[in-house]
C-alpha cells in the first residue's frame, strides 16, 4: 500500500490531560445517556475564539472561522479527539450550601445547586425535594484531549491555544455551563504550552457575547472544596442579581438574562437572551495542595433592545460582585 507523506508533513498534534472539576450535564443522541463527544469540546473552542478574535463584520469574521474551524465547504484544520476516558456517572446532585427564602408559607432553606441547575431537575411533590432527570459526569473524572493541527500557521496555533485556556479559566462544557457546571482543569503534556489567563481586556463591544474593554472578571471564592467555590459563586450571583432592585419588582432582572418565570408572581417572560455572566470553578495546585477558585466572567455585548437598562442592570450587579471580589487589590 503507498503511503502518502503529504498528509503528515504540516500535521501538529496537541496533548492535554483534562480533569472535571464540577458536575458536567451533557449527552448525546440520547438525552438520558450521558457522553462527551469530540464535538462538545470544539463547539466551546469556536465560541471562545469569537469572543477573542471576533468582529462585528459578521461576514468576514465567519469567513476566519471557516478557515480554521471549517464549515459545510470547507475542511477544518482543527481535529479533535478525547481518548483514555476515566468516567464515572451518576444522577443526583448532593452537598452545596443553602439560602434561606421567606414567603407567605414560611421560611425554607433551599438549595443553591438547584438554583443553578434549574431546568435539569424537577419538584417531587411526594417527597417534597428536587430530582434530577439527567445524569452528569462526576468531578474527578479524567480524560485526554487531543488536538490535530493540519496546515496551521504559529498565528491559528497561537489563536487555539489561547481560546483553550479561555475554556481552562472561564468556560464549561454542557447544560448550564455558564451557571458553573461542566468545568475542567486543562493541563498541557508538552511543557512548552502555556495556557495563561488574561484579564487585560481591550477591544470595543460587539454585536455578540464577546471580549472588550467593558469586561470584567470577579473572583469570589477561593476553598479546598469546589462545592463550596461553586456555592459560593452561585449564592453571590444570586445576591447580585436580586439586588438590582427591590423585591417583587422585574423591570431590570430581565436585561440580565431571559425567559424570566417567577412563581407566584403575575409575571412570565419567555422571549430569550443568555446572560452575559459566566460562573466557573477552576483548580489551583499550591505545594501540593488542591485549592478551587470560584470566579464570575462579565462579557457584555451591544444588548438588542432597551440599552440604557440593559447597562444599569448590569451596571448594578457588578457593583454588588465587586464587594465580593477577594482579589480587588491583586494576586
Keep these: 500500500m503507498e503511503f502518502y507523506i503529504e498528509r503528515y508533513k504540516k500535521r501538529e498534534e496537541l496533548v492535554f490531560d483534562c480533569e472535571v472539576i464540577t458536575p458536567m450535564f451533557l449527552s448525546g443522541a440520547d438525552p438520558k445517556n450521558v ?16 469572543a477573542l478574535y471576533g468582529e462585528n463584520d459578521i461576514a468576514n469574521m465567519r469567513k476566519k472561522e471557516a478557515e480554521l474551524f471549517g464549515n459545510t465547504e470547507k475542511k477544518s484544520k482543527v481535529k479533535i479527539s478525547i481518548k483514555n476516558e476515566q468516567f464515572n456517572f451518576t444522577t443526583g446532585l448532593s452537598g452545596g450550601k443553602t439560602y434561606l427564602v421567606e414567603s407567605s408559607r414560611g421560611r425554607f432553606n433551599l438549595k443553591i445547586f438547584d438554583y443553578l441547575a434549574f431546568g435539569l431537575c424537577d419538584y417531587d411533590k411526594n417527597l417534597r425535594v428536587n430530582k434530577y432527570i439527567r445524569s452528569h459526569i462526576i468531578p474527578g473524572s479524567r480524560f485526554s484531549l487531543v488536538i490535530e493541527l493540519h496546515n496551521c500557521t504559529q498565528t491559528e496555533k497561537d489563536q487555539i491555544i489561547n481560546s483553550l485556556s479561555c475554556l481552562h479559566y472561564y468556560g464549561g462544557i454542557g447544560s448550564r455551563s455558564r451557571n458553573g457546571f461542566g468545568s475542567i482543569s486543562i493541563t498541557p503534556n508538552d511543557n512548552t504550552i502555556n495556557l495563561t489567563q488574561s484579564n487585560n481586556f481591550t477591544g470595543e463591544l460587539k454585536n455578540y457575547t464577546s471580549f472588550s474593554s467593558n469586561s470584567r472578571i470577579f473572583e469570589i471564592a477561593n476553598t479546598s472544596k469546589w462545592e463550596d467555590a461553586l456555592s459560593d459563586i452561585g449564592l453571590a450571583y444570586r445576591e447580585a442579581r436580586l439586588s438590582i432592585e427591590r423585591k417583587h419588582s422585574f423591570a431590570l432582572r430581565p436585561y440580565i438574562a431571559k425567559p424570566l418565570i417567577v412563581k407566584n408572581e403575575n409575571i412570565k417572560i419567555t422571549d430569550r437572551h443568555a446572560k452575559p ?51 480587588q487589590g491583586g494576586r
Excluded: M, T
Excluded at 463527544?37 to 473552542?45: D, E, P, Q
Excluded at 440604557?308 to 454588588?320: E, F, G, P, R, S
Design 35 to 50: 457522553e462527551l463527544r469530540a464535538a462538545s469540546i470544539k463547539g466551546a473552542l469556536r465560541f471562545w475564539w469569537r
Design 277 to 327: 455572566y459566566f460562573l466557573h470553578v477552576r483548580k489551583e495546585l499550591k505545594n501540593g495542595k488542591a485549592n478551587f477558585i470560584g470566579s464570575i466572567l462579565f462579557l457584555p455585548y451591544l444588548y438588542n433592545g432597551d440599552r440604557k437598562n440593559y447597562q444599569d442592570a448590569c451596571n448594578k450587579l457588578n457593583v454588588y460582585l465587586e464587594k465580593k471580589n477577594i482579589f
